[in-house]
Every structure is written in structure tokens, then in C-alpha cells.
């Protein structure tokens, strides 16, 4: 009896080590599975957490922007108008067809005289409803006018909106051209942003191992306090020019997040690329003048001044038209009928012609109109030509001096990294001045910062010479 109670009062204890046991194994089992992925058990959610930024190139940028930025996409619904526009336009042809009902209500003292119930039978009058009137009348009926001849001012202008349809197409590809141009300069800003900040931040590094050595030759007595001073003032500007590169390249990742139909704030992608390995090519396009007339043939907005200029000759012929006469057929069948008397039916048919006689100098006035405004495109259209001419020779010297930049500037940095090469041994051995360091350290920080504009600017104004030409090809 004592070994059976003795038993029954160890009976929870083993319960609860046998819970024990099994919480120390799940969290044994959760430590082992987090180590066995290289990572900490606490660190398991922060890294789910983290959204992951895509890495994005320049062709899925552009890509990116095609799809979703909402100016070009305004722009794309011009085509879309410009189709009901011309549906609108050919249903001139087909005329009208129109329904009419109504039903009047009069007081006993304002009734009309047609308001008098009448029946007429064989064009006599066989009761006048004297003293009977119509307090309510109902008619109801139909009518169709179909257009003969207008003096081709259907025609006209259907062709007029299919020309504008043309022109909606041709702003499409200009508003396609300046994006394309647009996402690509802050993509190589971007690139050359990141570049300065490296040169900028290996500088401060320079700079931090200078100030070292710098200290520890002053400890020693071989360099005075000023040397020290130089170095601290030195590195403090290199820090705030570095601070100044990080903003303006957040500033940029806020224009291309625009640019990709977003709102401006963190962003959301990550540029890839680089461009001390991007190519820079030889410009392939050497015969300026072959440039030019290829520009005057590919322009969409020369093309579209010439959409213009053919809409506005249309213009003319509509607004000429109104001097010629009009053909129609017109039918019509109609209903009347009252309290007091039966169904009074009416209908007609024929064709009509209308001739403008007189209209107060209006037509002539509208047509003069057109014509000015034909002159004034006229002449537009030529401004644009010598503009078109003038940004592609802007542009094509443009990449001729970003190429030769490129080439003087990668000298200009070779010979920059061999003098601070060997103004640092200098130092280090105490066979130089502290002056000659910083300003070595300096030549070295801008050259870099040139090489990178250069690269960064020849990207640029190539894309901006084929926008000039007209060569943007857009894929997909």
C-alpha cells in the first residue's frame, strides 16, 4: 500500500518533465534548422521581411516606362479618339432617322383655334365641333433624311479625321522618343552618380590612411600640427562632397520612379550596370549632311507638321464647300389626333435642294480663315525642317566631343593615379610635403569624376543624336 501511494504521487512530475522535455526539443529542433541556413534564429524574420529590389538594366527600364507611364498613355488615347472620330464622320453618310411624340394639355381659356375638333371627310367639312374642343392633343410620327450631295464635304472630311489619326500616331512616337531619351539620361546619371560616390568614398579612405600616417610623423616630431589640420580639412570636405553625391542620387531614383508611372519616394528598383565597363563605340554615323536628310524623312514631329499641313488643306475644301448646293431625300409621316376628333394623318416625301444664296460674308470669311491658317502652317512646317537640321548637327558634335573627352580624360586619370602613387610613398618615407599628397588625391577625385561624365555623357548625347535622326527603335 505505501509503494502504490509513493507511485501515485510521482505521477505529475513525470508529466510535467515529460512537457519539459518536449519544449526543449522544438526549441532545439528550431535553433538547429535556422543554423543549418548560415543564419541566427533571430534573424529568421527580419530576412523575410526585406523586400528584395530587382536589379533592372536600361532595355527593362525603357520597357518598364512604355507600359506604365501615364503621360504616354494619355497620349495613346488620341489614336483611340481619333477612330470615333472618324466612325462619327462616316455616319454622315447614312443620315437621319428620327421619332417624335408629344401630347399637349390646354385650359379651357387658352385653347387655340387648331384646337377645335374638326372631322374632315373628303376635303369637306362634315362636323366643326363648334363648341367642342381638344383639351388634350397627341401626335406622333417620323422622319428620314438621307444625304445625295454636299458638295464633298462628307467625303472631306472623313479623310480629314483619318489624317488625324495619322497625326495622333505620329505623337505617340514623339512622346515614345522623348521618354526614351528621358529614362535613358538619368540612367547614366545615375551610373555616373555612383561612380563619383565610389571615387568619393575610396578618396576618404585615401585620406583617412594620410591622416595616419600624417599623425604618426607628428608624434615622432616629423610633421608639424598643420599638417594634421590640412588633412582634417581635406577629409571634411571630401565627407560633404560625398554627402551632396548621395542626395543627388536619391533625387535621381525619384525622377526615374516618375519617369516608370510611379509616385517619387524609396525606390523600388536598382540600376545595374557600370560604366567603367560600359562600350563606347566609334560613332558610326560620319557624313553629317546623309544625317540630316535621313532626320527630315524620320522625325515624328516633322511628320507630324506635314499631318498638319494635309489637315488644314481639308480644312479648306469644308469650309469651300458650304458655297455649294445640297441634295437631299427627306420623308416624313405624322399623327394628330384629340378628345373630340379622330386620327388626322399627314405624311411627305421628296427631295430637296438647298442653294446658298446669300449668308452675310460668312463662308467667305471662314474660307479666308482656313487659308491663313494654311499659310501660317506653311511656314511653321519650314521653321520645323531648319529647327530638325539644326538639333541634328547639335547633337552629332555633341557625341564627337563626348568621344574625344572620353579619350583625354582616361589619360588625364592615368597619370593622376601615378602621381598619387607616388606622392604616397613620398610620404611615407617623409621625402615630400603634405601639400603635394592632397593635391595629388585631388587630380585623382576629379579625373575619375571626368572619366565618368565622359562615359556618362557620350551614352547620352548618342541617345539624344538617334532621337534627333528618328532611329529610337522601340520593341514590343
Given at each position: 500500500m505505501r509503494t502504490g501511494g509513493c507511485q501515485e504521487k510521482k505521477r505529475p512530475w513525470r508529466g510535467a518533465t515529460m512537457l519539459a522535455m518536449l519544449f526543449l526539443l522544438l526549441v532545439w529542433s528550431a535553433s538547429l534548422s535556422s543554423s543549418a541556413l548560415g543564419q541566427e534564429p533571430g534573424s529568421v524574420r527580419e530576412t523575410t521581411s526585406q523586400t528584395v529590389r530587382p536589379k533592372m538594366g536600361l532595355p527593362d527600364l525603357i520597357k518598364l516606362a512604355l507600359k506604365h507611364n501615364p503621360g504616354l498613355s494619355a497620349i495613346r488615347k488620341e489614336v483611340d479618339v481619333a477612330d470615333q472620330r472618324i466612325l462619327a464622320a462616316k455616319g454622315e453618310h447614312f443620315g437621319r432617322i428620327n421619332i417624335e411624340v408629344s401630347d399637349f394639355t390646354y385650359g379651357p381659356d387658352n385653347l387655340p383655334l387648331t384646337m377645335k375638333s374638326l372631322v374632315v371627310e373628303q376635303g369637306r367639312i362634315v362636323r366643326d365641333g363648334a363648341g367642342e374642343h381638344n383639351n388634350n392633343l397627341f401626335s406622333f410620327g417620323g422622319s428620314i433624311t438621307i444625304p445625295l450631295y454636299t458638295g464633298g464635304r462628307i467625303t472631306t472630311q472623313i479623310q480629314l479625321q483619318e489624317l488625324g489619326k495619322q497625326l495622333a500616331g505620329h505623337q505617340v512616337a514623339h512622346t515614345q522618343d522623348e521618354l526614351i531619351f528621358n529614362v535613358t539620361s538619368v540612367y547614366y546619371n545615375i551610373l555616373k552618380i555612383q561612380d563619383f560616390i565610389r571615387?568619393?568614398?575610396?578618396?576618404?579612405?585615401?585620406?583617412?590612411?594620410?591622416?595616419?600616417?600624417?599623425?604618426?610623423?607628428?608624434?615622432?616630431?616629423?610633421?608639424?600640427?598643420?599638417?594634421?589640420?590640412?588633412?582634417?580639412?581635406?577629409?571634411?570636405?571630401?565627407?560633404?562632397?560625398?554627402?551632396?553625391?548621395?542626395?543627388?542620387?536619391?533625387v535621381l531614383y525619384g525622377v526615374l520612379e516618375i519617369l516608370l508611372g510611379r509616385e517619387a519616394g524609396p525606390s523600388q528598383v536598382t540600376i545595374s550596370g557600370d560604366l567603367q565597363t560600359a562600350s563606347h563605340l566609334p560613332l558610326e554615323h560620319s557624313d553629317l549632311q546623309a544625317v540630316q536628310q535621313q532626320a527630315l524623312q524620320r522625325?515624328?514631329?516633322?511628320?507630324?507638321?506635314?499631318?498638319?499641313?494635309?489637315?488644314?488643306?481639308?480644312?479648306?475644301?469644308?469650309?469651300?464647300?458650304?458655297?455649294?448646293?445640297?441634295?437631299t431625300v427627306r420623308g416624313q409621316v405624322q399623327g394628330i389626333t384629340g378628345d373630340n376628333s379622330a386620327l388626322f394623318a399627314q405624311?411627305?416625301?421628296?427631295?430637296?435642294?438647298?442653294?446658298?444664296?446669300?449668308a452675310g460674308g460668312t463662308i467667305e470669311a471662314k474660307v479666308s480663315q482656313e487659308r491663313i491658317r494654311y499659310a501660317k502652317l506653311r511656314n511653321e512646317l519650314t521653321q520645323r525642317t531648319l529647327k530638325v537640321t539644326q538639333e541634328v548637327q547639335s547633337a552629332y558634335l555633341n557625341t564627337l566631343e563626348a568621344q574625344q573627352r572620353i579619350v583625354a580624360a582616361q589619360a588625364a586619370l592615368d597619370e593622376a593615379k601615378e602621381v598619387l602613387r607616388i606622392e604616397a610613398m613620398k610620404v611615407q618615407e617623409g621625402k615630400s610635403i603634405i601639400e603635394n599628397l592632397l593635391d595629388a588625391q585631388t587630380a585623382q577625385l576629379q579625373a575619375e569624376q571626368n572619366y565618368s561624365a565622359?562615359?556618362?555623357?557620350?551614352?547620352?548625347?548618342?541617345?539624344a543624336l538617334k532621337k534627333a535622326i528618328g532611329m529610337i527603335e522601340v520593341e514590343g
Open positions: 571615387a568619393t568614398q575610396k578618396s576618404k579612405e585615401q585620406l583617412g590612411e594620410a591622416k595616419r600616417v600624417v599623425h604618426q610623423r607628428f608624434k615622432v616630431g616629423k610633421s608639424a600640427k598643420v599638417d594634421t589640420l590640412k588633412v582634417n580639412t581635406r577629409l571634411a570636405a571630401v565627407e560633404q562632397l560625398l554627402i551632396r553625391f548621395l542626395n543627388a542620387q536619391k522625325r515624328p514631329e516633322l511628320a507630324a507638321a506635314k499631318k498638319e499641313f494635309e489637315m488644314q488643306e481639308k480644312k479648306i475644301r469644308i469650309s469651300f464647300a458650304e458655297h455649294l448646293p445640297t441634295v405624311e411627305f416625301a421628296g427631295i430637296f435642294l438647298s442653294v446658298p444664296l446669300f565622359g562615359v556618362a555623357d557620350y551614352h547620352i548625347q548618342l541617345m
